[in-house]
């Protein structure tokens, strides 16, 4: 009966719930990036480049190389996008966060200042 209850407590642990919805999240995120690089980002490539299909047709001793460059692709823009997100995300908390109030000065300090004054005297 231990193993269950401690399974039990495992499982409802603020971790591994957003551990869980993070990863349905990220699979949406990338959905979300995969239709914007094969939708919008890949055509305009490919007018460019004078065909639509010109990276995904790309093979190497018959190993669809294309594919994995615009799996590459895919990468490099969905970590982008984290970046500038979680960018964003750092900056306003550093907004939201009060300013550390100054530390107090030590007394040993005080009294070091207290005579420089006095010696100035």
């Known amino acids: 009966m231990g193993m269950i209850k401690e399974f039990k407590q495992f499982a409802i642990k603020g971790n591994v719930m957003d551990l869980a919805i993070a990863v349905i ?28 299909n010109y990276f995904a047709t790309w093979t190497a001793a018959g190993i669809p190389v294309g594919k994995f460059i615009q799996a590459v692709f895919n990468f490099l823009i969905i970590a982008f996008i984290l970046f500038l997100v979680v960018k964003a995300i750092n900056a306003s908390k550093k907004k939201d966060e009060p300013s550390p109030a100054p530390a107090a000065t030590p007394e040993d300090i005080l009294l070091l200042r207290e005579i420089r004054d006095a010696l100035k005297k």
């Open 25 to 52: 999240i990220g699979g949406a995120f990338g959905k979300i990036i995969s239709s914007m690089v094969d939708d919008i980002i890949m055509p305009v490539v490919g007018k460019i480049l004078g065909d639509a």
